[in-house]
C-alpha cells in the first residue's frame, strides 16, 4: 500500500480557502486519491477522489499533481463546520481496502 | 432519507460475553464493510462482503464473526476470544460493482468494555 504524509494540524480562519497538503509518492498507477473527513464520534464523510486529473465538486477542489506524488484537497470558503480530521487515501484497487492514517486535523476559527 | 443505520450508538460488554452490533442500510448497495477504530488511530477493515451469502476477512478478523443473510443487513458479533473490544467500530457500504467506489459510513457504535 503506498504511504502518505500528511500535516498532523492546520488551522484557518472562516470565510478563505483551506488547503490541505498530501505526499503519496508511493503510489501506483492505477490507484486514486481519496479524501475524506471525520467529524468529531461520527463516521468518515467522502469529499472527492481522483485518478490523474484535477476534480471538483460541490464540496472542494482536488489538485494532484503530473507526477502523482502529491495532492492538495481545497475548500474553498472554510466554515465552523469543516473543522474535522482530513484523510488523504491511495486505494481504490482491492475492497474497502483504504487505509486511514492519522489524517490533518482542521480547525476553523471564527 | 437513503443512508446507513447502526445501532446501538453505545454498547457495553461483560467478560466472556458475546455482542452484536446491527448495520442496517437502504442504499441498494451489494458491497458492506466493517471497521474498527482506535482512539487517535485511522480506521482498519474487519470483514467486508461484496455480495449476500458471501463476506471476506480484512486484516484484524480474528474475534470477530459477520453474515450476510440479507443485502440490507450485515451484523458483526464480536465474540469472547475478542480480548481487547473496546473501541468504535464503522459500518460502511459501497454499490460493489467497482472497487474504487466511493464508501458512505454510518455513525459508528461505541463498545466499551465493563
Known amino acids: 500500500d503506498a504511504k502518505t504524509t500528511q500535516p498532523p494540524s492546520m488551522d484557518c480562519a472562516e470565510g478563505r480557502a483551506a488547503n490541505l497538503p498530501c505526499n503519496h509518492s508511493?503510489?501506483?498507477?492505477?490507484?486514486?486519491v481519496y479524501w475524506y473527513r471525520q467529524i468529531h464520534s461520527q463516521g468518515p464523510q467522502y469529499i472527492i477522489h481522483?485518478?490523474?486529473n484535477n476534480e471538483t465538486n460541490e464540496m472542494a477542489s482536488l489538485i494532484i499533481t503530473e507526477d502523482r506524488k502529491s495532492s492538495t484537497l481545497i475548500l474553498p470558503h472554510a466554515t465552523l463546520r469543516d473543522t474535522a480530521v482530513y484523510y488523504c487515501?491511495?486505494?481504490?484497487?482491492?475492497?474497502?481496502?483504504?487505509?486511514f492514517g492519522q489524517g490533518t486535523i482542521l480547525t476553523v476559527h471564527p | 432519507d437513503g443512508g446507513i443505520t447502526q445501532s446501538p450508538k453505545y454498547l457495553f460488554r461483560k467478560e466472556g460475553q458475546n455482542v452484536t452490533l446491527s448495520c442496517e442500510q437502504n442504499l441498494n448497495h451489494d458491497a458492506m464493510y466493517w471497521y474498527r477504530q482506535d482512539p487517535g488511530q485511522g480506521l482498519r477493515l474487519i470483514y467486508y462482503?461484496?455480495?449476500?451469502?458471501?463476506?471476506q476477512k480484512g486484516d484484524i478478523a480474528e474475534g470477530y464473526s459477520v453474515s450476510r443473510e440479507k443485502k440490507e443487513s450485515f451484523p458483526l458479533t464480536v465474540t469472547s476470544a475478542q480480548k481487547n473490544p473496546t473501541a468504535f467500530y464503522l459500518c460502511a457500504s459501497s454499490k460493489g460493482r467497482d472497487s474504487s467506489e466511493k464508501l458512505f459510513f454510518g455513525s459508528g457504535t461505541q463498545l466499551s468494555v465493563l
Open positions: 508511493t503510489i501506483s498507477g492505477n490507484e486514486y
Open positions: 487515501i491511495p486505494g481504490g484497487t482491492s475492497y474497502g481496502k483504504l487505509t
Open positions: 481522483g485518478l490523474k
Open positions: 462482503s461484496q455480495i449476500v451469502n458471501d463476506f
